[in-house]
């Protein structure tokens, strides 16, 4: 069977252009250590017991170390707790690892400008860690369709360098 040069080179093009896919994904799993948010624990939870949790009863920033806190975040209809009341309050340069769920519905977290996105499911527990670089102030959006007023669910987050954080509004443990 004859194939035009042509069409051998566009097959060709196409092979790698798929070997170019399946090399990215695998590179993002494996050198840049890439997860799935809230894979690496799925720890799941009562949506209906949720507020009454031990962690989720009293949402805020808890400290870990000197170099690591954590957040717990509500997602609910129609704001973040803590992050639109209240904007959240993080230091720069340090470990911060969020731990959200939803008593309702579905609602997303996405923070410009941070790489920071998740959809907030009710019944998991989604966790995922950064690093803020730099002093800065960041929005909160919700990016799923949660109900009447979805568009005025928004929130904010403010980074401080290490040495201005107040470690008076931390949470206890
Ligand atoms: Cu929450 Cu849209």
Redesign the pocket.
């Known amino acids: 069977m004859h194939v035009h040069r042509f069409e051998k080179l566009w097959i060709g093009l196409s092979l790698l252009l798929i070997a170019g896919f399946i090399g990215i994904v695998l590179f993002g799993f494996t050198v840049m250590d890439l997860k799935v948010p809230g894979i690496e624990e799925g720890r799941q939870v009562d949506p209906t017991t949720v507020l009454s949790d031990e962690e989720f009863s009293r949402p805020g920033v808890r400290k870990i170390s000197d170099d690591h806190y954590e957040v717990y975040m509500i ?1 609910q ?2 704001i973040f707790r803590p992050g639109s009341t209240q904007p959240l309050t993080l230091p720069a340069n340090t470990r911060i690892t969020f731990h959200m769920t939803a008593p309702d ?1 579905m ?2 977290f996405e923070v410009p400008g941070s790489g920071l996105n998740a959809t907030i499911i009710p019944g998991q527990i989604a966790t995922f860690s950064t690093r803020f670089p730099e002093a800065k102030s960041y929005g909160i959006i ?6 009447a007023a ?1 568009h005025n ?1 928004q929130g904010k987050i403010n980074v401080v360098p290490p040495s201005e954080f107040d470690e008076s509004n931390l949470i206890s443990q």
Do not use: L
């Open positions: 997602a209809q129609f519905v609602h997303g919700c990016h799923q369709y949660c109900g979805h669910m």
